[in-house]
């Protein structure tokens, strides 16, 4: 995943406006809201800021 530091310094989950932190998986990786726990995708380092997207944590 290769997101730069200046776009995750104002990127928020748009569903609470909490903050995004990277987190690598196997399909690539996701941004994680800190504050409400959605997982959202990034595919082809594009991050996928969709709540229908996201997943629900578990």
């Excluded at 995943?1 to 932190?21: F, K, R, T």
């Excluded at 996701?30 to 944590?57: F, S």
């Amino acid at each position: 995943m290769n997101l730069s530091d200046e776009l995750l310094a104002i990127i928020v989950c748009p569903d609470c406006h909490g903050d995004l932190a990277p987190v690598e998986t196997d399909d690539g990786g996701e941004l994680v809201c800190q504050a409400c726990g959605l997982a959202y995708p990034v595919r082809d380092d594009i991050p996928v800021l969709l709540v229908d997207e996201a997943r629900r944590p578990g």
